[in-house]
T-cell receptor, first 115, second 113 residues
Framework: EPEVTQTPSHQVTQMGQEVILRCVPI?????FYWYRQILGQKVEFLVS????????KSEIFDDQFSVERPDGSNFTLKIRSTKLEDSAMYFC?????????????FGPGTRLLVL | KNEVEQSPQNLTAQEGEFITINCSYS?????LHWLQQHPGGGIVSLFM???GKKKHGRLIATINIQEKHSSLHITASHPRDSAVYIC???????????????FGQGTRLTINP
């Protein structure tokens, strides 16, 4: 069964460093999402992406964050200058159709620790 | 006030018991999702519904749009059902396309043998 994959599974970085989290959505999906979950807290929406542009972003998704679909398969989340509070599990998700019609499929997550 | 509230926050039951987890929301939605998060963190989508009822194996999800309420039921619960169950809603939006989910805080379910 097709699945969303994410790399790396874990990343440790120093505060102020740039990180790139990578996701490979399911191949025929057109809608892509990033979420994060700080330890012990609920999952939060970061950004949605469709037709090569951001559809919606949350207040968390400030100028330090960016997303890109550099080729036909990868979907990346970049954090330019990491802060301690960026430590969280980051989930990528994709769906075949618009959000109110199709199930979102989640990747296994990347656990980011900022020291 | 949270847009999505779940109850209970924690639930412990014996194997075989019938389980109900509730979700209430305060915003207009176009769809509601029930998700399962395993101890390792991975998230699996269980149901997406916008009206009525859906059933998959021992899991049943219902939604009442007028009352802004959904329930997830597990029949004949088993220790392998132990996980965090999350309700998430897709809010109404004018723009068609990738729309965000707003998540509840989750219900931690433990089924003891």
């Amino acid at each position: 069964e097709p699945e969303v994959t994410q790399t790396p599974s874990h990343q440790v970085t120093q505060m102020g460093q740039e990180v790139i989290l990578r996701c490979v959505p399911i191949s025929n999906h057109l809608y892509f999402y990033w979420y994060r979950q700080i330890l012990g807290q609920k999952v939060e929406f970061l950004v949605s992406f469709y037709n090569n542009e951001i559809s919606e972003k949350s207040e968390i998704f400030d100028d330090q964050f960016s997303v890109e679909r550099p080729d036909g398969s990868n979907f990346t989340l970049k954090i330019r200058s990491t802060k301690l509070e960026d430590s969280a599990m980051y989930f990528c998700a994709s769906s075949e159709g618009p959000g109110n019609q199709e199930t979102q499929y989640f990747g296994p997550g990347t656990r980011l620790l900022v020291l | 006030k949270n847009e999505v509230e779940q109850s209970p926050q924690n639930l412990t039951a014996q194997e075989g018991e019938f389980i109900t987890i509730n979700c209430s929301y305060s915003v207009g939605i176009s769809a509601l999702h029930w998700l399962q998060q395993h101890p390792g963190g991975g998230i699996v989508s269980l149901f997406m519904l916008s009206s009525g009822k859906k059933k998959h194996g021992r899991l049943i999800a219902t939604i009442n749009i007028q009352e802004k309420h959904s329930s997830l039921h597990i029949t004949a619960s088993h220790p392998r059902d132990s996980a965090v169950y999350i309700c998430a809603v897709r809010t109404d939006g004018i723009i068609q396309g990738a729309q965000k989910l707003v998540f509840g805080q989750g219900t931690r379910l433990t089924i003891n043998p």
